[in-house]
């Protein structure tokens, strides 16, 4: 497994991270567990979490609680005031049986648009408790990410991205690379419409510093992740026709 620095907040993450979000939906805790710590074995070190998913949530406590220190661990909040920020985060911290998180996001929309200053300075607050190590922001907005970047506060974006993204997607990946932000992939397989795996994992082979959040649900997937991660598709003519292809049919 590959391990790069996410940015300026220089957490050595795994080139695959992990993105919990479903797995509640994983029939038993005992099979999340085992994917979970397969994951672990296989060199991910990078598990990614909202508290929008509670259960999901609890359930990555629970799997990660035996290896915590060896892991990095993020979740987000898309609450709309200071208190509960604050009150999300200890909710989040009790569910994943730790004291700390490496990396607490906050999630923007169009209708939790928070003061910028103001969540700096929140921010701010939770490090100095020791609450969080690294702060980032994640929106589907593109607009968004740009006035959130402007901030020159968060260390980490995490932002839809994938081989059916547009122009506009890869301003602000230029962006982050400008101002040293991490940049995280959400939606690598643009929530299920793509199933090509190796062709999903050859667009991110050309981004090195770029973690792509795979939303696992099972071993096999987490298998050929891992198998292409480690034995990525040549990109040439060929891979680019496919790409385009797919552009034009989902177009």
Known sequence: MEYIGLGKSNLLVSRVGFGAMSLSEIDTEENAAILIH???????????????????????????????????????????????????????????????????????????????????????????????????????SVEIAKKALEADFFETIQLPFNLLTGEDTLEIYSLCQKKDVGFIAMKPLYGGLVQNIPLAQGFFNQYEDVIPLWGVRNIDELNQILYFNEHPPVVDDKFNEEVEKMRMFFN
């Open 38 to 140: 397969k994951a672990y074995d296989a060199g991910i070190n990078f598990f990614d979490i909202s508290h929008s998913k509670v259960e999901s949530e609890k359930r990555l406590g629970a799997c990660l609680s035996g290896i915590r220190q060896h892991v990095i661990l993020s979740t987000e909040t898309d609450a709309s005031t200071k208190k509960e920020i604050f009150q999300d985060l200890e909710d989040s911290l009790y569910a994943l049986q730790t004291d700390y998180v490496d990396l607490f996001q906050y999630e923007f929309n169009d209708e939790n648009y928070f003061n910028l200053d103001e969540l700096g300075k929140s921010f701010s607050l939770l490090k100095e408790r020791g609450k969080i190590k690294h702060c980032g922001f994640a929106t589907q």
